[in-house]
């Protein structure tokens, strides 16, 4: 069976034209699953009877279930999603005034092996496909609403930071990207969508080049490279250098300013030391900095600082001349660090 959200428009329309159906009935299905969230083809009421059943053998919408989900008291929801292959991933809708915030996964599992992640513990199992990550989103936006038989809530933004490594499964990334900023589909404006990535230049440099005007992060987390092979082992394929110049190529063929993320580590990546060779390495980039208070996993021996060394990490990259914040905690009661939810699910 194919899964609907991995077509894009043409393909579609060539589906229904291949069953003998003229050009607006691909309009129609369109509208349904892209304008009212529909999932089932028996709720397309304004098609006949029979294509509704003829689609439903052929197509599916939704190729996953909610296998799990917890709640946190700010709002914050996290699923886990199950595929047809007893595969599971995570996603998380965050709340925030008036914005709420996607963060979907790109791979089951990661192989980036990030010493303070819970995803990639078990190693990468496989990419997800283009549908498999938008669909996640349709997930956020019903179960978030209340659940199947409730409005659907308002998605503002999408970030593709969950699992995996967005820019190794580069193909299936940008076309979920295309998916969720056409008009068409989910339409949602290309600046309300991140793509975060531990840093591969020659993707990124791809990435700049794609008539996409989205946000770039970069999962930077340590100010030298002796320290970040450290923390992020798949590092040791680029160099900071290397990924900063790459970062700059975006940021002058997109004109967006990238982010750098930086999870604060207690007594491993939060000394004044390391603060001011951030600093030094922010100020070469038009960047802002993100810095993320640890959060603590189960089996991963790291902490967060306490709350002074955060904010005098802070400090003195704002004495430097950056532009820095520290991120909110969310959704701590919904497991909202990557892979907490799944791998409970498989009793890790």
């Not at 034209?17 to 009421?45: H, I, L």
């Not at 930086?262 to 951030?278: F, K, Q, T, W």
């Amino acid at each position: 069976m194919k899964h609907l959200l991995d077509m894009p428009p043409s393909a579609l329309a060539a589906e229904l034209a291949g069953m003998g159906e003229p050009a607006y009935r691909a309009r129609q299905v369109a509208r349904w699953v892209w304008g009212e969230g529909a999932t089932d083809f028996a709720a397309m009421t304004d098609l006949p009877r029979g294509l509704r059943e003829r689609l439903a053998r052929r197509l599916c919408v939704l190729s996953g279930r909610v296998a799990g989900r917890t709640d946190a008291a700010d709002g914050t929801v996290k699923l886990l999603i199950a595929w047809g292959d007893r595969r599971h991933v995570e996603c998380v809708l965050i709340p925030q005034r008036r914005r709420a915030t996607a963060c979907v996964s790109v791979q089951v599992g990661c192989a980036m092996g990030c010493a303070f992640c819970a995803s990639g513990l078990g190693g990468l199992e496989r990419n997800l496909t283009a549908g498999e990550i938008v669909e996640q989103v349709l997930h956020l936006r019903r179960e978030a609403g209340g659940g199947e038989d409730a409005p659907a809530r308002a998605v503002t933004h999408v970030v593709l930071m969950g699992m995996g490594e967005p820019l190794a499964n580069y193909e299936a990334v940008v076309a979920a990207v295309r998916a969720i900023v056409d008009p068409k589909r989910l339409g949602l404006s290309a600046r309300r969508v991140t793509v975060s990535t531990v840093g591969f230049p020659r993707q990124i440099r791809r990435l700049a080049r794609e008539d996409l005007p989205i946000n770039l992060a970069i999962s930077l987390h340590a100010p030298n490279d002796a320290l970040r092979r450290r923390l992020v082992p798949a590092a040791g394929r680029a160099t900071i250098a290397q990924i900063i110049a790459a970062a700059r190529e975006f940021f002058q063929a997109r004109k967006r300013e990238v982010t750098l993320e930086y999870v604060l580590l207690d007594g491993v990546n939060d000394s004044p030391a390391c603060a001011n060779e951030l600093a030094q390495l922010a100020a070469r980039l038009r960047c802002n900095v993100n810095l993320i208070r640890f959060n603590p996993v189960p089996g991963v021996d790291f902490r967060p600082p306490p709350e002074r060394r955060v904010r005098g990490f802070r400090d003195r990259l704002r004495a430097a001349g950056i532009n820095v914040h520290i991120r909110a905690s969310r959704g701590a009661a919904a497991e909202a660090a990557c892979g907490q939810l799944r791998r409970r699910q498989a009793g890790a």
